[in-house]
């Protein structure tokens, strides 16, 4: 069965700093990676995927993250954190080839706090 | 582009009675809408799949008498809570899968979902 870890539940980073949030899945077949942030009351929105390619990807609002497939991790990395990040940060995973539904695994989520 | 939107935003119904909740694609269609529910602080359930034109596929463990779930057209599913029980209060959020798939190299998959703004949902 597929699932999504995410070991850290808070993290509080001053504004600037770096961030990097972790995420590891376990998956029996090529995996298609998600990162989402959700607001408050709000609904998810998604910073970056990876399926295929370049192991590192750009996402929106400076974001980026690194598929390492020995280390079944997808991290999220921010080189600069922005108050406005503070948010709850889902990593997701879900089959990657057609005809898989597209369900997807979300991880229990990090709630980031920046501090000013 | 990618829109997907959720009516209500939010909701407070008496126990007992049935609410209704409507996922919509703005801009695509949308073969395959996605149901979740979230408590609050913990991550998304997956509750229902749903294909245009055809019955909903369940999780194991979400009724589906109590969960009914219509996808009449190809922009449109419904959520209905029926008999609403105050621990059915929480956090409901659709997604919406495009038609066809997305090629990237030698990859080919499904499209991604596009998430709604979501309906918090308060049963007194």
């Known amino acids: 069965a597929q699932s999504v870890t995410q070991p850290d539940i808070h993290i509080t980073v001053s504004e600037g700093a770096s961030l990097e949030l972790r995420c590891n899945y376990s998956y029996g077949a090529t995996p298609y990676l998600f990162w989402y942030v959700q607001s408050p009351g709000q609904g998810l929105q998604l910073l970056l995927k990876y399926f295929s390619g370049d192991t590192l990807v750009q996402g929106i609002k400076g974001f980026e993250a690194e598929f390492k497939r020995s280390q079944s991790s997808f991290n999220l990395r921010k080189p600069s954190v922005h108050w406005s990040d503070a948010a709850e940060y889902f990593c997701?995973?879900?089959?990657?080839?057609?005809?898989?539904?597209?369900?997807?695994?979300f991880g229990t989520g990090t709630q980031l706090k920046v501090e000013l | 582009g990618a829109v997907v939107s959720q009516h209500p935003s939010w909701v407070i119904c008496k126990s007992g009675t049935s609410v209704k909740i409507e996922c919509r694609s703005l801009d695509f269609q949308a073969t395959t809408m996605f149901w979740y529910r979230q408590f609050p602080k913990q991550s998304l359930m997956l509750m229902a799949t749903?294909?245009?034109?055809?019955?909903?596929?369940?999780e194991q463990g979400v009724e589906k008498d109590k969960f009914l779930i219509n996808h009449a057209s190809l922009t449109l599913s419904t959520l209905t809570v029926t008999s609403a029980h105050p621990e059915d209060s929480s956090f409901y959020i659709c997604s919406a899968r495009g038609v066809g798939t997305v090629t990237s190299g030698d990859w080919t998959g499904p499209y991604e979902q596009y998430f709604g703004p979501g309906t918090r949902l308060t049963v007194t």
């Open positions: 997701a995973v879900g089959p990657a080839f057609t005809g898989g539904g597209n369900k997807l695994t």
């Open positions: 749903s294909n245009e034109g055809s019955k909903a596929t369940y």
